[in-house]
């Protein structure tokens, strides 16, 4: 397959199924995004095998130009690579997942979930700066649809809400790409990574990029569109939203504002540690009151993200790869885990955990997985949730003390409401006959969880083959902020900012 496109072919495959799926029936328009998201599988899982983690940092390069300094150019490095494999796993388990649940305008919602898939692919293999924005906002259409169309009763205001802090945000991140490309004449995103930007004008970059990263990933308290967007959103939405969309976010953080405006990452380590500590506890508290199902798990999901900005903003080896591994963990676990809630979902069309009870008795396989998913998601080791949460924590710790602490307290936290919603939903008595009669999983819904079940065990066991594409990338991001990072706690100590974009080195 040498001298192929491979990149380009990832992406055209699911926007041409995408487009078929428009001309043919319901159920032809299933088979063909399923078909197509296995063809991505497969595709991915080449690249996963060509890669080689020792040698160039960036590899299957395409450069063609467009116009002017902008260019069709892709390339990936391993941190692209596994997230590239965590869209890839998941989209052929959404499409099983909508296989029976939606009914309506089925052509359209499959064409609306292989645009998404087409569109998140490109932001990780994107090169050029103008390139990577197209496909980073671009995905926000078919969510966008997906949650007003085919959502709930509140599907509408759900919808305007995430469409309208997603996109503000990125309002401030264009800006600062044009001042960039201004500055440097260059749109390429390798040659930006290793730019000298003003001291200054890092800090206000920063921000402008930070605008952005932090409603997708989402940070406390641009956090409050998620909850609305997850419960409102049929499963498979929810599934590809905490799976993916939310890792855009930190896919950002370690792609622009880190190796690109070093000194203002570090000017900013406490800003986000304490954004990330009142995340972790807060949302936290707020999860152990809820009583829908989606929300809980919602409210979950920006717990465990601020994991991922503690590890990314620690600056060093431990906590940059945790954070990664927290984000490849979140995105299996939290997927499952709202899968889990759409089986139940399907049988009673309720999220109401007060309605469910004893499920245990008349469904041990689902309850089996429930259980298994329920314990990655509060870090027990032997899954992938203990790998990724212990090498943040640690990087956590050596970069501030008082940060692991609250991140620590987030694990305890994480446990308390993760284990009392099993306990309610699975142990005890039925609490409606309703509940007690509802079927076992069905041969396709064991088809849709069990891939995800092995991958969380894999992970858990084995994480170093999923560390080892990322670790010279890892290595090279340190060298590029070594000579910035403090030790310890005296990130606590750093200097005014000033308003001068003009200041040099």
């Known amino acids: 397959m040498n001298g192929l496109p491979l990149l380009t072919i990832l992406i055209a495959i699911p926007l041409i199924a995408g487009a078929l799926c428009l001309f043919v029936r319901a159920e032809a328009a299933r088979w063909i995004a399923l078909v197509a998201t296995l063809l991505d599988l497969v595709l991915s899982a080449y690249l996963w095998i060509a890669f080689d983690p020792a040698g160039a940092q960036w590899q299957f390069v395409e450069k063609v130009p467009i116009g002017g300094p902008i260019s069709w150019a892709l390339g990936i490095d391993g941190i692209a690579l596994v997230l590239i494999q965590l869209t890839a796993f998941l989209m052929p388990i959404c499409i099983g997942a909508s296989w029976r649940s939606i009914t309506r305008r089925v052509p359209e919602y499959m064409a609306a979930f292989l645009l998404m898939e087409a569109l998140m692919l490109g932001v990780f293999v994107a090169q050029d700066l103008f390139l990577f924005y197209v496909f980073f906002e671009g995905g926000l259409i078919p969510m966008y649809l997906i949650i007003g169309i085919w959502g709930g009763p509140e599907r509408i205001k759900a919808s305007y809400k995430f469409f309208l ?30 730019t000298n930007f003003p001291v200054d004008a890092q800090k206000w970059l920063w921000l402008a990029f930070f605008a952005s990263f932090a409603v997708k990933l989402p940070m406390w308290p641009v956090h409050t569109w998620l909850p609305d967007a997850h419960v409102q959103a ?38 986000v540690f ?12 707020v999860a152990l009151v809820q009583r829908d199902m989606k929300k809980l798990i919602a409210y979950s999901s920006v717990a465990h993200m601020a994991f991922v900005t503690f590890g990314l903003f620690a600056m060093n080896r431990q906590g940059i790869e945790g954070a990664m591994v927290v984000m490849l963990s ?14 139940i979902y399907d049988r009673m069309h309720t999220r109401e955990i007060a309605v469910y009870g004893g499920l245990s008795n008349n469904m041990p396989g689902y309850a089996l997985l429930f259980m298994l998913f329920t314990m990655a998601s509060v870090g027990l080791p032997g899954t992938s949730g203990f790998v990724g949460e212990f090498l943040s924590l640690v990087g956590t710790y050596h970069a501030s003390s008082w940060a692991a602490i609250a991140a620590t307290t987030g694990i305890i936290l994480g446990a308390c409401y993760m284990l009392w919603l099993y306990w309610r939903i699975c142990f005890g008595v039925a609490r409606t006959a309703e509940a007690a009669a509802m ?30 594409p990322m670790r010279n990338d890892v290595g090279r991001l340190l060298t590029r902020l070594e000579t910035v990072t403090p030790a310890g706690d005296s990130h606590l100590a750093l200097p005014a900012m000033h308003m001068p974009m003009g200041a040099t080195h």
């Open 165 to 194: 802090y997603t996109f503000f945000g990125s309002v401030l991140m264009l800006i600062a790409m044009i001042y960039m490309v201004a500055t440097t004449h260059t749109t390429s995103i390798p040659v930006l990574m290793n």
């Open 234 to 271: 049929p499963t498979a939405g929810s599934v590809i939203l905490a799976g993916v969309l939310l890792k855009l976010g930190g896919y950002g953080f370690i792609r622009f504002s880190l190796p690109m405006f070093p000194e203002g990452s570090l000017y900013f380590v406490p800003f």
């Open 274 to 285: 304490v954004l990330s500590g009142i995340a972790v506890v807060y949302t936290s508290l």
């Open 330 to 343: 979140h995105g299996l676990v939290s997927g499952a885990l709202f899968l889990v809630v759409g089986v």
């Open 439 to 468: 079927p076992d999983l069905s041969a396709r819904e064991w088809w849709c969880l069990a891939p995800i079940a092995l991958a969380v065990l894999w992970m858990g066991i084995y994480p170093e083959s999923f560390i080892r």
